[in-house]
């Protein structure tokens, strides 16, 4: 194996949910090579059906935050990005993957610069509030917030939940044919 | 900016879908890397609702390619990675988005070690038939199968399907509030 595919795959390994950031903003530069590998997402027959609504201003993040529980990690964040999805109603499945597919190169352009992330959610009773606070119309699928900024290692290491564990391979692999 | 994140950048953007394969085996290490990579996720509460079919009989993907014309690719690839997913039926927009940052993990890393890969997707009436094939019960949501192998330069080229552009920034990027 080379040491290129090494550091990739430890890279592409090592990508955790940060919920806790240090207050310094996000450089430009890595807003743009975060929004360029955004852009550059594969989607189903190509149709990007995305737009991204970047978000620096500490109000507009502590509202959505008070929108949904699950988006409150914006709050201490000093960059939120949006995903606002086209909202085809009869693509809603093909929507939810991509933006699946999006919101991990987001995640993984973020820590190529060190900085760290988190996926937030609103649930379909907060939907309508989050596209009113932010001007984004109705017919707009509105689901995922990407809180990004340097990790406060500190308060990460002071909530003291342990490292989220995975299954090994050898519970969820199976070989050439499913064993039951 | 470092060259640890300009090389990191560079690898997510250059990242596209693979369609054509050499004939070569994909070597075992890389398919462990894909799979520790696959295997360490994020997904909604950590639940990782997720297994992993691996397929190297040719017969095999050579059925799942007639089964679905969207999983044609499968035909002439060494490698195939069907996605099994949970199926819990309260939670299909959860596996969807899971499924599409799983997805795209697997794509990267088959990458790292300078495989392409190909997303070809089971529509909901040939969904049945590809569990039959591979023994999955009926009650597991089977979408997903993803190409593996090193890309065959010349086919690709054969196919003189031009690279797929992008929409630029200035279109879907908004600051702050979406303007309409």
């Known amino acids: 194996m080379t040491n290129t595919a090494q550091e990739r795959i430890a890279f592409l390994r090592g990508l955790n949910a940060t919920r806790a950031f240090r207050p ?3 450089p ?8 360029n590998v955004a852009r550059w997402s594969g989607s189903a027959s190509n149709v990007q ?7 620096r201003n500490r109000e507009t993040l502590q509202k959505l935050a008070a929108i949904s529980p699950n988006v409150r990690h914006a709050a201490n964040a000093p960059l939120g990005i949006v995903l606002v999805m086209t909202g085809d109603p009869d693509k809603v499945t093909h929507e939810t993957y991509d ?12 820590e190529a610069h060190g900085l760290g992330s988190c ?3 609103f649930r379909p009773e907060t939907m309508a509030a ?3 606070a932010l001007g984004i119309p109705e ?11 340097y990790p406060d290692e500190e308060a990460q290491r002071a909530r003291q939940k342990p490292a989220q564990a995975r299954k090994p391979l050898s519970e969820i692999v199976h070989e050439e044919r499913y064993r039951g």
Chains 1, 2 share one sequence.
Request: proline letters at 4%; charged letters at 30%.
């Open 49 to 55: 059906p995305w737009e991204f609504l970047v978000i």
């Open 119 to 121: 996926i937030g959610w």
């Open 139 to 149: 017919n707009r699928l509105v689901r995922t917030e990407i809180s990004i900024g």
């Open 28 to 35: 430009d530069a890595a807003i743009e090579d975060i929004l």
């Open 99 to 110: 933006e699946g597919r999006l919101s991990e190169r987001i995640m993984l352009a973020a």
């Open 130 to 132: 989050a596209k009113q």
């Open 24 to 26: 310094d903003p996000v």
